[in-house]
């Protein structure tokens, strides 16, 4: 039913008479209407399915908005020809069908307002190629637009406000071009192109404000953007995956809060002129053999996280040239064999731990690049793992260059100036070839070469490092044509030119260095060591606790075996040599801190340990912000355990299963050295979950061989927990009813045990819950009696959680 007049006129005079009239609907309009002629629809609501299929001009008389297409269902209207529609407002309520499909020929649609509750708001196909100019559409439940059986056409200045899908879907070979177009407020991706052939082009485009990714490319499609903004999004920004192709040009991707661009599974990637910023994990996420990632002259700064800029693994490869990289807290990550970055001229800076990290049997290749303001310039971390920095400055690190674990890179015609700590490090098995490389004004050493690790040095220069040139320990570096301008800055007069003399081994500092030794008593106020108490009062309190047998008896196990073991060697007999490090397995809450607390106590009174104090520490206490500080966390967390046990909480969180972005790494590679260097000075005790621990165990080959037994600390028992409870009672001075010991039974039994089940902490919590409700309950009675204020009753139970 129309509201309206239907004016259908020809452009020829010679046609005019015959076919100019009124309508009452725009169907018979239509219908009489030619190619050529131009329909004029006064004001308002056409409640009509309508298909355009000859080339008219479809206007409301009235100006824009004033005619309404609102059919009950269906398609509110098809365009099959090369017609013009303009400036009307379409509406459709059928969730299964488009409110505007566009089948065939080279319509054009302009100032339309689709605004639709449907499954797609505007659809072309079957081969069209519409000229769709300043139209928006409005669809909460379905797609925007949709481009699809190889259609295309030219979208221009239109915008979606809204989708319940995606914005701009374009699949089955279509090639749509967008210009200056606006994608904003969808629930999943705002553009997304997929399957073989697909092409779409954007310039002068903004998608922002999408529940999900910005712009997703797939399967074998492929794209180009430029001058385009992704923005505000909750998922990442770019996405390519499965042999994508996305070519982008001076564009701006930024405020994303996962990766701003991510690419896998062979997909190729250029980028030229491109600003990434304000990301929250990796600014560039390059991953799987055959996928490839090209920036030139671009811009990553400003993470908003905790993760690497640009992130390279699985055997992908990363060209980076004339790009600059700053203000991230690591710059570039490559991992895994295969994996390699090609970086040219490019600048790294503000880096808050390491600007480049090379892993896992990954290759890197730096040429005529800079680093400065890092914690770490380059870190070369383990076997396989290599490459090559030419002529490669590196400016204001703490360290700046360390190899470790047998990695093996070239530097050629490096400088580093200004380190904190070390201008080149090795240690661990690293190796490296040094040719012709300066240090110069480092506050520590200028290569400090430890654990008799076989570098190589041709004509290496170090000038004005405080603590000398060159450190080398036994059997050292190979060195030829070395020359530093003195020992260290404290000699009173450089020598320019002086050979390199090989040192013998020393002590170490810094990053896996040992510890400093003690200072004097005079000049450090220690606490003095508590009275140690006889072995027997000690094991005393170990068999009062509730449950644990098992743990208790290998605990006397191995005292035993400790104290035989100083008594042979009292007798000129050869002692055992036993490893008194322990590995603690259980969940929380069964007594793993008191027994070692015990522990410590014990092996005090046997005259093992100097004091057997007990340093409780957690991942947070050992993990630093940057590299270095990690090193001397744990280092100074080792220190205060000194004759002592340090006892170390979930110490499966220094191993996380993705520790390719983790520092924790670095907390066990140093610990396991001080357990080594000062075996006899520091009992060290790891404890948590079963099945975590032995993830942590196996992170380090060294860790494992460390620890000399795991003790698994089980769950209590209902009777064990009801036990705890009982003794809270009596250290508390309060008494159960007659009845209370079986319901507490029942309720430990019936108790879930969930993976944060407290154990011993649940039957505490227990009691400290009834003792508030006998509270409550006698804080009623005026003048309660002397067994009302001991008695606990099954009222007093608190309900299950």
């Not at 397995?585 to 104090?613: D, F, M, N, Q, W």
């Not at 500080?629 to 996380?656: K, M």
Request: hydrophobic share 40%; proline share 4%.
């Amino acid at each position: 039913m129309a509201h309206g007049v239907v004016q259908v006129t020809s452009p020829s005079s010679s046609r005019w008479r015959r076919r100019t009239g009124e309508y009452e609907t725009l169907a018979a309009a239509i219908e009489a209407a030619a190619d050529g002629d131009v329909l004029s629809v006064s004001a308002g609501t056409y409640r009509e399915n309508l298909v355009l299929d000859r080339a008219v001009t479809l206007r409301g008389a009235d100006g824009p908005g004033t005619v309404r297409i609102a059919p009950a269902s269906g398609v509110a209207l098809t365009v099959r020809a090369a017609a013009t529609v303009q400036d009307l407002l379409v509406e459709c309520q059928d969730i299964s069908a488009a409110a505007l499909l566009v089948e065939g020929g080279a319509p054009e649609l302009s100032g339309l307002r689709i605004s639709t509750r449907s499954a797609v708001g505007l659809e072309v196909r079957e081969g069209a190629r519409p000229t769709v100019r300043r139209c928006t559409v409005d669809n909460p439940a379905g797609l925007g637009i949709s481009v699809l059986d190889a259609a295309g056409g030219l979208f221009e200045e239109c915008e979606v406000v809204a989708a319940g899908q995606t914005g701009i879907a374009v699949r089955g070979g279509a090639t749509p071009r967008l210009e200056r177009c606006r994608v904003h407020h969808t629930s999943a991706a705002g553009i997304s192109a997929t399957g073989e052939n697909t092409v779409v082009e954007a310039v002068g485009c903004e998608v922002f404000e999408i529940r999900g990714t910005g712009v997703q490319i797939s399967s074998r499609a492929s794209a180009h953007f430029t001058d385009c903004q992704v923005h505000r999004t909750t998922g990442d920004g770019i996405t390519l995956d499965t042999d994508a192709v996305l070519a982008l040009s001076d564009c701006d991707i930024h405020d994303i809060p996962e990766n701003a661009i991510d690419l896998r599974a062979r997909s190729v990637l250029t980028l030229t002129r491109c600003t990434v910023r304000r990301f929250g994990r990796n600014g560039l996420s390059v991953w799987d053999p055959g996928t490839r990632a090209d920036a030139n002259s671009c811009e990553i700064h400003d993470s908003t996280g905790d993760y690497p800029a640009v992130w390279v693994s699985d055997g992908a490869v990363a060209i980076l040239d004339a790009c600059r990289v700053h203000d991230v807290p690591d710059a570039l990550f490559v991992l895994d064999r295969g994996s390699r970055a090609d970086v040219v001229d490019t600048d790294f800076a503000q880096i808050r731990n390491t600007a480049v990290s090379v892993s896992d049997g990954a290759n890197v290749q730096l040429d005529d690049c800079r680093i400065r303001e890092a914690a770490t310039g380059a870190w070369f971390r383990d076997h396989g793992s290599g490459g090559t920095l030419a002529q490669v400055t590196i400016d204001d690190t703490a360290t700046g260059v360390i190899v470790t674990k047998g990695a093996d890179p070239t530097l050629e015609r490096c400088t580093v100036t200004n380190p904190a700590e070390s201008g080149i490090y090795v240690s661990a098995e690293g190796r490296g070839t040094f040719t012709a490389c300066r240090v110069t004004g480092s506050r520590g050493y200028g290569f400090h070469i430890i654990d008799g690790c076989r570098s190589t040095l041709t004509r290496c220069r170090t000038e004005r490092c405080a603590r000398g040139g060159y450190e080398f320990a036994e059997p050292g570096p190979v060195t030829e044509e070395c020359t530093s301008d003195r020992a260290a800055t404290t000699d009173p007069a450089p020598v320019a030119g002086a050979p390199v003399q090989q040192a013998t081994a020393a002590q170490s500092f810094g990053l896996l260095g040992g510890v400093p030794a003690q200072r004097p008593v005079a000049a450090e106020a220690e606490a003095p060591a508590p009275p140690s108490r006889a072995s027997d009062d000690v094991l005393g309190d170990l068999d009062a606790l509730v449950g644990l047998d098992s743990v208790k008896r290998e605990v006397r196990t191995l005292i035993d075996l400790i104290a035989v073991g100083r008594r042979r060697q009292e007798a000129g007999l050869k002692a055992p040599s036993l490893r008194r490090h322990l590995v603690f397995t259980g969940s929380p809450g069964t007594g793993k801190t008191t027994v070692a607390r015990l522990y410590g106590e014990i092996l005090a009174s046997l005259g093992v340990l100097e004091r057997g104090h007990l340093v409780e520490v957690a991942r947070v206490d050992l993990v630093g912000e940057h590299i270095g500080s990690t090193a001397i966390r744990t280092q100074e967390a080792f220190e205060r355990a000194r004759g002592g046990v340090l006892f170390i909480d979930e110490a499966y969180a220094l191993a996380p299963e993705d520790s390719g972005r983790d520092f924790g790494r670095e907390a066990i590679d140093t610990l396991v050295k001080l357990m080594e260097d000062h075996r006899d000075a520091v009992v060290v005790i790891v404890a948590g979950y079963t099945a975590e621990m032995d993830r942590f165990l196996a992170s380090n080959p060294g860790v494992a061989s460390r620890f000399s037994r795991t003790i698994t600390f089980g769950d209590y028992t209902a009777d064990e927990l009801l036990r705890i409870v009982e003794a809270q009672v009596l250290e508390h001075e309060y008494r159960l009813g007659d009845d209370v010991g079986e319901a507490l039974l029942k309720y430990f039994t019936a108790i879930p045990r969930g993976p944060g089940f407290g154990n011993g902490r649940a039957a505490r919590q227990t009691f400290e819950a009834m003792v508030e409700r006998h509270a409550g309950r006698l804080a009623q009675v005026a003048e309660p009696t002397h067994d009302e204020l001991q008695l606990l009753y099954s009222e007093d139970l608190p309900e299950l959680p």
